[in-house]
């Protein structure tokens, strides 16, 4: 299964796996940021490993080139101990 990015109520939902298999398409798909903040929902991830946790750095990034930023929300719960294991847990606050 591949992931899905979706646009829906002004946010981007993400569904699917996000790992080391699947996220590499993704890197080079640009996503729009026309808003000061674009909420990316994560709430239909399935699983997400190391390479999502990058893919979702790389949007960060993405979105700060564009003088946005992204916001994401409904994360995994094996996301949010990635990301403090990382110490980049304050980047999904």
Known sequence: MEPIILMKDDSL???GPLTLKTVSK???QPLVF???AQVIDLKEVTHIDS???ALLI???HEAQRAQSRAVYCNLPENLKEL???C???EMFR
């Open 34 to 36: 026309n808003s000061a």
């Open 87 to 89: 110490m980049l847990d």
């Open 83 to 85: 990301a403090q294991l």
């Open 51 to 53: 390479a999502g946790l």
């Open 58 to 60: 790389h949007w960060s």
């Open 13 to 15: 939902m993400v569904s």
């Open 26 to 28: 993704l890197f080079d």
